[in-house]
């Protein structure tokens, strides 16, 4: 059940609304079903329709009119609740709309139990799944209802309803979702012929700068340069920011001036003080100049980064996941602006869907995702290019990740979360799809020999007993092998490559363990095959670490595939 909840100043109006049947068309048999008193005057009812509303209307004024006697009514003295069941429930009866009428306004504070000085109300119903509260809010003792947070306090009420009454469970918010366009700015986006009002795309744009820059005075200066959208900066005195607004060309108020939007108006999340806060601990890429040391490559960055978020979700605090989701959420953001156009709108719709999953009630704690956020600023000085490995390497554990982070907000009881992390996957898999299949069919086409195939068989059974049939009956299994096959050639031990793969993320998670496996063997093989006399090394190493076990450095699980990986980093 869904609560709306509305203030106005003319009662008469209200109830004339209620029981109109002529302009309102789904206004089929209005009626009341619940009173204050039980003993309203229903027009719905009566004989002489016009005279027992206006004596209906008279009753639900009498305190408003003493009160303003004194000076003491409010401006907005009428209170309006709408009441609506799902399309899926059964009709209730007026017994049942009455019962659930004098629950939410006892939980408002509009009317609360064993309170003879309630405030005066009716409940109508006009059609079979939904009703009408309308009341007065002074009091009987003529001081004015304490409704505050009704909102919040009717919809809690309605979500124990749904239980007991076997309704269906709508999904609730925290408070944390960013503002939907109002009616009025959808209607005007439609007369306008375009598809999205000027606070959803303003939302989108701002999103996309803040998860490519790399400082709060780098996104107002890209915010700045967005061709169509003006741009307002607000300093303090000493020259800080105190925060921005943003309004597109052309949309303009009857008085022809530009409609605004301050960040906080996008999105919770977008006032200027909690996007500085979000480039805590981000560091500036340096650039490339000759004779540097080449950097990683982007991708492999980003998509090793976001292999690790599942594990801190399962073992970090709260605030920590938090912060790794909300990073994660960057990450989707700026993906449609770096992939190839074909596959742009299936992006566009999962960072606009994991958006509403990015936000809880729980403070991020920001520093504790830099690696992720760095990674992510990295990509957009590598678009996708030559066969698209580098997105799909990262499309399938950005698959891994939302299901994470469905079941940690499902643990938290964040039902939009959950709903949005869903909706997420359906574009995520979609886009994985499309990204997937020419750097997959490439790597098929190399497929190894006969008796190399034989050998990588063997590998994946020593290392993966238990999912060995699964990667095996895979379409994707000559892919894995050519990918092994390449590693090989290059000086890695594909037994040894398989088993850091497979260590590295439960498989139990994968749509397609050898896809999944592939992705991460094309990774790790980039690093630097381990010399002969590191080889040696590890294999000593193996031996003392497992007395009595074959010296097969294959064999260590703990074992790290390249020389490289066990040097310290340097940054």
């Known amino acids: 059940m869904i609560a709306k909840i509305g203030s106005g100043k003319d009662t008469a109006g209200l109830i004339r609304y209620l029981f109109d049947t002529k302009k309102a068309t789904d206004h089929t048999d209005p009626h009341l079903v619940a009173s204050w008193d039980g003993f309203a005057p229903d027009p719905g009812r009566a004989d002489d329709f016009a005279a027992t509303k206006k004596r209906l209307v008279a009753d639900l004024d009498l305190h408003v009119k003493q009160a303003r006697q004194h ?62 509260i309308a009341a007065t809010k002074v009091r009987g003792d003529l001081r004015t209802a304490r409704h505050w ?57 701002v999103r996309q700068l803040v998860s490519v820059a790399a400082s709060p005075e780098e996104f107002l200066h890209l915010l700045d340069g967005v061709e169509g959208v003006r741009v307002d900066v607000q300093r303090f005195p000493s020259g800080d920011v105190r925060g921005y607004k943003v309004a597109i060309e052309g949309d303009t108020n009857a008085a022809g001036q530009p409609i605004w939007f301050s960040g906080s108006q996008l999105a919770p999340d977008l006032s200027f003080p909690k996007i500085a806060e979000r480039f805590t601990g981000i560091d500036t890429p340096p650039a490339i100049g000759a004779g540097s040391r080449r950097r990683p490559n982007p991708w492999h960055q980003a998509t090793a980064a976001a292999e690790r978020i599942p594990d801190h979700l399962d073992r970090s605090n709260d605030t920590v996941a938090q912060a790794h989701i909300a990073a994660f959420a960057e990450a989707l953001d700026v993906l449609p602006l770096i992939a190839p156009a074909h596959q742009r709108a299936q992006l566009q719709q999962a960072a606009l869907a994991f958006e509403r999953a990015s936000r809880s009630r729980i403070r991020a704690q920001q520093d504790q995702a830099r690696a992720l956020r760095n990674a992510v600023r990295a990509l957009r000085t590598a678009p996708v290019t030559g066969d698209g490995s580098g997105l799909a390497m990262f499309l399938d554990m950005a698959v891994l990740v939302v299901i994470a982070a ?69 379409p994707a299994w000559p892919a894995l092998a050519a990918a092994l096959t390449q590693a090989e050639t290059a000086g890695h031990d594909p037994r040894q490559l398989l088993q850091h793969a497979a260590d590295q993320r439960a498989l139990d998670d994968a749509r397609s363990a050898a896809r999944t496996l592939t992705w991460r063997i094309q990774r790790l093989s980039q690093r630097h095959a381990p010399s002969d006399r590191a080889r040696a090394a590890q294999a000593r190493t193996a031996a003392i670490a497992q007395p009595g076990q074959p010296a097969d450095p294959a064999l260590s699980r703990s074992h790290q595939p390249t020389a490289a990986a066990a040097r310290p980093r340097h940054r």
């Open 71 to 132: 000076g003491r009514a409010p401006e907005k003295h009428v209170w309006h609740c709408s009441i609506r069941a799902a399309t899926t429930d059964r009709h209730l009866s007026d017994e049942e709309w009455a019962d659930i009428a004098r629950r939410v306004v006892a939980a408002t504070g509009i009317a609360p139990d064993e309170d003879p000085d309630g405030c005066r109300w009716v409940a109508v119903r006009h059609a079979p799944d939904h009703i009408h």
């Open 149 to 205: 947070n009704d909102y919040l306090t009717a919809d809690r009420e309605l979500a124990a309803v749904e239980k007991e009454y076997g309704l269906q469970q709508v999904v609730r918010g925290d408070r944390t979702a960013a503002k939907r366009p109002t009616r009025a700015e959808q209607e005007k986006a439609r007369r306008h012929g375009r598809q999205k009002t000027s606070r959803e795309q303003l939302r989108t744009t």
């Open 406 to 474: 469905a079941r940690w907000h499902q643990a938290r009881r964040h039902d939009q979360q959950v709903a949005a992390a869903h909706q997420t996957l359906i574009h995520l898999q979609a886009a994985y799809e499309h990204a997937a299949a020419q750097p997959l069919a490439a790597l098929a086409q190399r497929t190894p020999p006969a008796r190399t195939m034989e050998r990588h068989v063997q590998h994946v059974r020593a290392v993966l007993p238990d999912h060995a049939d699964q990667v095996l009956d895979d």
